[in-house]
């Protein structure tokens, strides 16, 4: 069974920071992509930023700039920078990833969500 859990989020005040981690754990043969989506209340939930295994990434025109997706691939983890925060930034944040539990076998799994809410 594979597990991403997530932690670091919280309630910032505008321009504040805050880092979000995912660690995924359990039978894996190998992680591949892995992501950051955010569902604020009454929207969709849209991708925020997405790192590749080789370590290339890729974010939303939204939080280009401020925000910072990393991973470390000997402990299965993930990380999201975020700075400057904005109150439109709050929402639940999502880690998501796809996981081969075995040699070519590929699924696709969800964290619980972390909140994070920007306000003063």
């Known amino acids: 069974q594979v597990q991403l859990v997530e932690s670091g989020g919280g309630l910032v005040q505008p321009g504040g920071s805050l880092r979000l981690s995912c660690a995924a754990s359990?039978?894996?043969?190998?992680?591949?992509?892995m992501d950051w989506y955010r569902q604020a209340p009454g929207k969709e939930r849209e991708m925020v930023a997405r790192i590749t295994s080789g370590g290339l990434p890729n974010y939303a025109d939204s939080v280009k700039g401020r925000f910072t997706i990393s991973r470390d691939n000997a402990k299965n983890t993930v990380y999201l920078e975020m700075n400057s925060l904005k109150p439109e930034d709050t929402a639940v944040y999502y880690c998501?990833?796809?996981?081969?539990?075995?040699?070519?076998?590929?699924?696709?799994?969800w964290g619980q969500g972390t909140q994070v809410t920007v306000s003063s």
């Open positions: 998501h990833a796809e996981i081969e539990v075995t040699y070519r076998f590929t699924y696709s799994y």
């Open positions: 359990g039978s894996i043969f190998r992680v591949n992509d």
